[in-house]
C-alpha cells in the first residue's frame, strides 16, 4: 500500500514562493506518475500538474503554467510543487496523487492521495 504524506504549506503573500513536497513510500515509487491536486472551500478538487515516472513529462492545468513547477526524485521517492507568484486564487487544500495506470489529469485516475496540506494567500 503506498503512503504519501504532503508538507510544505502555509501562508503566504500575493506574490510569494511556496514548495511543496510528497514523500512515498510503501511501494516503488519509480513505476508511479505523480500529480498535485487541489481543493478550495466550497469547490471540487481539480487537477494541477502531473510528472511521468521518470520526470520528462509534464503537464499544467492552464492557470498554472508558468508559475508552477512539478519534479521528482526517485532517489528519495519525493515529487515537489514549487508556486512562484501565488494568487488569491491559488489558496486550497493540495494534494498528491499517485497511480500506475499511465498518465492522467483526472483524480478518477489516481489511486493513492496524501491527506493534503493547507495553502493560504493574502495581501
Known amino acids: 500500500q503506498l503512503h504519501l504524506v504532503e508538507s510544505g504549506g502555509g501562508s503566504v503573500q500575493i506574490g510569494g514562493s511556496l514548495l511543496l513536497s510528497c514523500a512515498v513510500s510503501g511501494g516503488t515509487f519509480s513505476v508511479y506518475t505523480m500529480a498535485w491536486f487541489r481543493q478550495a472551500p466550497g469547490k471540487e478538487r481539480e487537477f494541477v500538474a502531473v510528472?511521468?515516472?521518470?520526470?520528462?513529462?509534464?503537464s499544467y492545468e492552464d492557470s498554472v503554467k508558468g508559475r508552477f513547477i512539478i519534479s521528482r526524485d526517485n532517489a528519495v521517492n519525493t515529487v515537489t510543487l514549487e508556486m512562484n507568484r501565488l494568487k488569491p486564487e491559488d489558496a486550497a487544500v493540495y494534494f498528491c496523487?499517485?497511480?500506475?495506470?499511465?498518465?492522467?489529469?483526472?483524480?478518477?485516475?489516481?489511486?493513492?492521495w496524501g491527506q493534503g496540506t493547507q495553502v493560504s494567500v493574502s495581501s
Open positions: 510528472i511521468n515516472w521518470s520526470g520528462d513529462f509534464t
Open positions: 496523487a499517485a497511480t500506475a495506470r499511465g498518465m492522467g489529469v483526472s483524480e478518477r485516475e489516481f489511486d493513492y
